[in-house]
């Protein structure tokens, strides 16, 4: 394959069903690129749907998946990402990155908080999480404590 920086590139997007962007890429010739996701990547069998978009130097196309890369977030992108997988790409063991929807105002209100708090956004989430769950076990502590204290007053 011909790496000449004046041949026409495709940046081409792969969705799943619901619509999710999966993965963003580049490449001379589509089809002997699938070739390779087919056989290497995990996400391929959830890919239901792709476009793509000819440019007319690999440079142009360089920068449009970039920018694609930084602000669609496909799921399954490592490199160019702001926040890229770092799970096992390979088929077993495949273990998905979490993604949250919050609306642009409540997350850029949040971010702000986190700032002024001295924290990022995804250790205040991990903090409240491990809240969450250290609440509900000291809850069910207690109950199980409750039963037992019961159960030998009736013994």
């Not at 969705?15 to 087919?38: C, M, Q, S």
């Not at 990022?120 to 809850?139: F, N, Q, S």
């Amino acid at each position: 394959m011909s790496s000449d920086p004046n041949r026409a590139t495709v940046v081409y997007r792969f969705f799943d069903r619901t619509g999710r962007l999966l993965y963003v890429g580049i490449t001379y010739d589509p089809a002997e690129r699938w070739k390779h996701h087919a056989a290497k990547t995990r996400w391929w069998r959830d890919a239901a749907d792709n476009t793509l978009e000819w440019y007319g130097t690999r440079a142009e196309a360089e920068r449009a998946e970039q920018v694609a890369i930084r602000y669609e977030k496909p799921l399954y992108n490592k490199a160019g990402s702001a926040n890229a997988y770092q799970g096992p790409t390979t088929k077993r063991g495949m273990r998905l990155p979490r993604r949250v929807h919050v609306a642009d105002d409540i997350w850029a209100d949040f971010e702000k908080l986190c700032a002024e708090e001295g924290v990022t956004p995804e250790e205040a989430i991990t903090a409240h999480i491990a809240g969450r769950i250290k609440a509900d076990r000291l809850e069910k502590r207690r109950y199980a404590a409750q039963l037992r204290r019961i159960k030998a007053a009736s013994n």
